[in-house]
């Protein structure tokens, strides 16, 4: 890891692990949800990917 990806996106590497083909999932603290599902939702969107929601089983983006 270059010290510009661990300036411009710090805790990203260990979400990576995640990634399952073309798949990623990332879990989080209930009391975040709002925020964190928002935020996934939006850059999805603007990367021209789906966000789907497993917990409530529908797509966010």
């Keep these: 890891m270059t010290t510009r990806t661990k300036t411009r996106a710090p ?3 260990p979400l990576i692990n995640n ?3 073309p798949l990623f999932y990332f879990g989080m ?3 975040k949800y709002q925020h ?11 990367l021209g990917l789906v966000c789907f929601d ?6 966010v983006a």
């Design 11 to 13: 805790g990203l590497m």
């Design 19 to 21: 990634a399952s083909g």
């Design 29 to 31: 603290v209930f009391s």
């Design 36 to 46: 964190a599902a928002q935020f996934a939702a939006e850059r999805a969107r603007t």
């Design 54 to 59: 497993p917990q409530d089983g529908r797509l």
